[in-house]
């Protein structure tokens, strides 16, 4: 293929090519990065903004042609104070976490099963949420550490920092202590992603849980309400039942809004028949946390009447919001999707560019896009090929 013998070429040599015209049209960005000269050390070539899948893989990428690069990663706590480390929400509060703790679910069925083919089971056998809590967030943490390895074995300045831009070319980054560093910069990729999205409700923000926390929660959830019936909220439910647990799903409409509904309600009708409980047409109206340490959920139910139950947990999945707000780039021209806030693509025919010309978005703060760490990974090959 050509992109491979590209890259070769330009290692040798660090200056803009004649494309194939089999390579896609969008390449001035490597064009750019290839022609501008070394400069000062507080001047870069490339500077990503999130240090998620798809900021790690471009900053990475951009620093294996040649390129001086900078990747700033800041995590902002949630609303219940849970902080994590570098990697993004998919190392860190979703895919992979969440993957080892469906395995624990079923592993949990696999012992029950296992009697039917011969296994003498105890029936007294328990499982530690504790146990499976730290051995997990162990293993989230060795790959924190194995990204910082990473970008320092690609020559990739790390800065544990959060990101604004003042301009086009200058981004502001202030770390945890309040210390400020001006960066300059040829190029800027905005990779933050998204946070969880807490409905306006008394008590929601104060009391209730989200995928940014469940991972990292220590102890036992106990009887948990999981409000939503997106993938998110249908994979925590899911796993939270397989553990053990008492788990009721709160639905305002329909499970999985844009997918199949032929497969959503087969999904529906299993999780139901393995014990999960569904909430149909309900809608959360507040939160309070009772003398006890419980939370007292009011909700209307589809008949419009007030209904309450008391649960040890509650954890909202209703969607998610781009972590645009803070970078500034609206005040610099950049153009942002009126709902979303996501950044809007597609100018001068290169869909991860955006309407200032040297700044580029991937991944989920792209508008548009599939919320997938596969797709924001492979966005890169569009800006540098």
Not at 69 to 94: E, I, Y
Request: hydrophobic share 35%.
């Amino acid at each position: 293929m050509a992109a491979p013998m590209l890259i070769k070429r330009v290692r040798s040599k660090f200056k803009c090519l004649t494309f194939n015209t089999r390579i896609k049209n969008n390449s001035v960005l490597l064009c750019r990065f290839l022609t501008s000269g070394k400069e000062s050390s507080s001047r870069y070539d490339l500077v990503v903004i999130g240090g998620g899948s798809g900021g790690l893989a471009c900053a990475k990428e951009a620093s294996q042609l040649g390129r001086k690069v900078a990747v700033l990663d800041f995590v902002k706590p949630s609303t219940q104070g849970t902080r994590w480390g570098l990697g993004g929400t998919c190392v860190n509060v979703g895919c992979i976490p969440k993957k080892l703790i469906h395995q624990a679910a079923l592993l949990g069925h696999a012992i029950q099963d296992s009697r039917s083919f011969g296994w003498n089971v105890p029936p007294d056998i328990t499982h530690s949420w504790e146990k499976m809590s730290e051995n997990v967030q162990n293993y989230v943490r060795s790959l924190n550490w194995g990204h910082r390895v990473q970008l320092k074995d690609k020559n990739v300045e790390y800065l544990n920092a959060l990101g604004t831009l003042v301009d086009q070319n200058t981004i502001k980054a202030v770390d945890k202590k309040g210390e400020e560093r001006i960066l300059s910069t040829d190029n800027i990729v905005i990779a933050v992603g998204g946070r969880p999205r807490i409905p306006e409700i008394p008590g929601g923000r104060e009391y209730a849980i989200t995928s940014d926390d469940i991972f990292w929660m220590t102890k036992p959830p106990g009887k948990t309400l999981v409000v939503g019936a997106s993938y998110i909220a249908l994979e925590c439910g899911g796993f939270l039942s397989g553990l053990g647990f008492e788990t009721t799903i709160m639905v305002r409409s329909i499970l999985l809004r844009g997918f199949d509904q032929q497969m959503a309600n087969h999904i529906g009708d299993y999780m139901t028949n393995n014990g999960t409980r569904f909430l149909r047409e309900c809608v959360p109206q507040k939160i309070d946390k009772t003398n006890n340490g419980q939370y007292l959920v009011s909700y209307y139910d589809k008949n419009q009447q007030l209904q309450q139950e008391t649960f040890d947990t509650v954890l909202m999945a209703t969607g998610r919001n781009a972590e645009t707000g803070g970078l500034n780039l609206e005040n610099i021209g950049v153009n942002l999707d009126e709902s979303s806030h996501k950044v809007i693509g597609g100018y001068h025919g290169d869909s991860e560019k955006s309407s200032i010309s040297n700044i580029y978005a991937i991944g989920d703060v792209l508008h548009g896009r599939p919320e997938l760490t596969p797709v924001a990974i492979k966005s890169i090959l569009f800006i540098f090929y």
